[in-house]
C-alpha cells in the first residue's frame, strides 16, 4: 500500500529527517502543544521539534529553553540541545539510535509543564536505498492555489533494497540541503549559508509490504522539485529509507485519511490524529505530534546548474536590474540557513 500526503490546512508538524512540513488541520486551535521528532540511528538525524499552534494558519510558534531528555530502555542516554540557529529545533549530539533499543523522551516546558512519549522500540533494519533524479523541462501541475501551471521540476526516485520482512512498514522522505552567498557589503567577505529543508514538504511516501514478496521496490517516485534560484551553485538530494513502528505508520497514515478524505456523509468518518506524547499531569490535555524511533539509510545525489540541459531562468543576485532579493544582502534571512557547513557537502 503506497500512501501520499498531500498539504491541507491548519498547522505544521515538523518531523522526520531534518525538519518535515506536514500540513494538518487542527480546527485552528492555537495553544496546543506540538512535539514532534525523533530518534535516529543515524548522526544528526535526532530532531525534535517544540511549538504552540497559532489561531490563525501560520507556522507554530517555537519554543525556546525546553528540555528533552532521552531514555533507552528507560536509562537516561541524553538530552536534546536546542539549535541557536532555529529557536524551537532540539537536536541529540553525539548519539546514535541502537536497532532493538527501547526509547522515549520526557519534555519540560519553560513554564513547568512536562510531557512524556510512549515507548518506542527501534526496527533492526531499514535495507538499503539508492537514488536518482529527472529533470523536466516542462512538467504540468497543480499549484498550492488550484492554478494548472508548466514549470521546470526536479523528480527524484528511490531504489529501495527492503529489510527483512519483520521490518514491515517503510517511509521515503527527501532533504535537500545547497549553498547561498550573500551578505553585508564590506572588506570582509561574509561566510556562505547551507539551507537545510524539505525538498518536497508536502509529500510523503508510506510502504506496507504485508504482502509484497519482493525484496527491491525499484522507481519509487518520493519528491517533485521545481526549480528555482537554489539550483545556481551546489543542490544536494539526501533520500532516507526509513523502517517505523507499527505505531509511527499508523500515526502517517492517519494523517493521510485526515487531509485527504471528503465526500458524503456516508463515508468513514476522518481519523482522529492520536500521537504518542501526553501531558504527564493533565491528560486530557491535547498535544499534537509524534516522537518515532526509526531505522534509517540514506543515499545523496548532487546537481549543479551544469546538469541542467537547457538555461536556468530566474532572479539571480548578479542580476543588473530590479531590487535584489533580501537573500542577495543576508543569506541567514532564508529559513533554516546556517553557516555551519554539513561535513559532507
Request: hydrophobic share 35%; with cysteine.
Amino acid at each position: 500500500m503506497i500512501l501520499k500526503v498531500p498539504g491541507s490546512l491548519g498547522f505544521i508538524l515538523l518531523l522526520t529527517a531534518c525538519v518535515l512540513p506536514v500540513e494538518i488541520d487542527t480546527e485552528r486551535r492555537g495553544d496546543s502543544v506540538i512535539i514532534s521528532g525523533q530518534l535516529s540511528n543515524l548522526a544528526g538525524q535526532s530532531v525534535v521539534f517544540v511549538g504552540i499552534t497559532a489561531d490563525i494558519e501560520r507556522l507554530p510558534y517555537p519554543v525556546s529553553n525546553a528540555v528533552i531528555d532521552l531514555y533507552a530502555d528507560d536509562l537516561l542516554a541524553g538530552s536534546y540541545v536546542e539549535d541557536q540557529s532555529n529557536t524551537g529545533k532540539y537536536i541529540l549530539q553525539d548519539y546514535e539510535g541502537v536497532p532493538g533499543k527501547t526509547y522515549r523522551i520526557h519534555v519540560t516546558l519553560p513554564d513547568g509543564r512536562t510531557y512524556e512519549s510512549l515507548p518506542e522500540k527501534m526496527p533492526e533494519d531499514s535495507g538499503e536505498v539508492d537514488s536518482y533524479y529527472e529533470i523536466v523541462k516542462d512538467e504540468e501541475f497543480i499549484d498550492y492555489e488550484g492554478i494548472l501551471v508548466r514549470q521546470p521540476v526536479v523528480k527524484i526516485y528511490a531504489n529501495g533494497v527492503l529489510p527483512a520482512p519483520k521490518n514491515r512498514f517503510i517511509r521515503w522522505t527527501v532533504e535537500e540541503v545547497f549553498i547561498l552567498f550573500g551578505g553585508p557589503s564590506g572588506p570582509v567577505t561574509p561566510p556562505p549559508c547551507f539551507v537545510t529543508q524539505l525538498a518536497d514538504p508536502q509529500s510523503i511516501v508510506l510502504l506496507d509490504r504485508q504482502f509484497l514478496t519482493a525484496t527491491q521496490y525499484p522507481h519509487q517516485l518520493v519528491a517533485i522539485r521545481v526549480v528555482d534560484y537554489t539550483f545556481e551553485f551546489r543542490h544536494y538530494f539526501v533520500t532516507y529509507q526509513s523502517a517505523l513502528t507499527r505505531e509511527a505508520f499508523e500515526y502517517w497514515r492517519n494523517v493521510d485519511i485526515l487531509v485527504s478524505q471528503s465526500g458524503s456523509i456516508f463515508d468513514t468518518p476522518p481519523a482522529v490524529i492520536n500521537g504518542n506524547i501526553s501531558n504527564t499531569t493533565d491528560e486530557s490535555e491535547r498535544v499534537f505530534g509524534y516522537f518515532e524511533a526509526a531505522h534509517q539509510t540514506l543515499h545523496r545525489v548532487l546537481l549543479t546548474r551544469d546538469d541542467f540541459p537547457f538555461p536556468l531562468n530566474f532572479s539571480s543576485c548578479n542580476s543588473s536590474t530590479g531590487v535584489p532579493p533580501r537573500r542577495c544582502s543576508d543569506c541567514l534571512s532564508v529559513r533554516n540557513a546556517s553557516h555551519v557547513r554539513p561535513p559532507w557537502f
